[in-house]
């Protein structure tokens, strides 16, 4: 099987650290959560940061100086949360 179909080695994984100002800018992304609708919140935060930080997806990870909210319910949103994009 090609490399592609398995998780990166801790060689080539990137941890970003995704400060404040970048995480309240990602808010305005999310319409809803996984917290308040389940049946819409298909995507995880994560995608949102990829985005906005340019990473690439498959080597990424994220941790986040404080978690985002929700702009429906106020629920905590980590990088691995299922939202409804806006």
Same mark, same amino acid.
């Given at each position: /099987?090609?490399?592609?179909?398995?998780? &990166?080695? &801790?060689? $080539?994984?990137?941890?970003?650290?995704?400060?404040?100002? *970048?995480?309240?800018?990602?808010?305005?992304? *999310?319409?809803s959560c996984e917290q308040? #609708? &389940?049946?819409?919140? !298909?995507?995880?935060? #994560?995608?949102? @940061?990829?985005? /906005?930080?340019?990473?690439?997806?498959?080597?990424?990870?994220?941790?986040? $100086?404080? &978690?985002?909210?929700?702009?429906?319910? @106020?629920? $905590?949103?980590? !990088?691995?949360?299922? *939202? $409804?994009?806006?």
């Amino acid at each position: /099987m090609p490399r592609d179909f398995f998780d &990166p080695t &801790p060689e $080539e994984l990137v941890i970003v650290l995704v400060e404040d100002e *970048i995480i309240r800018n990602a808010e305005g992304f *999310i319409k809803s959560c996984e917290q308040c #609708n &389940p049946d819409d919140a !298909e995507w995880p935060f #994560n995608v949102v @940061l990829d985005r /906005m930080t340019g990473s690439n997806p498959s080597v990424t990870d994220y941790i986040l $100086e404080s &978690p985002a909210r929700c702009p429906g319910c @106020l629920h $905590e949103i980590f !990088e691995k949360t299922l *939202i $409804e994009p806006a």
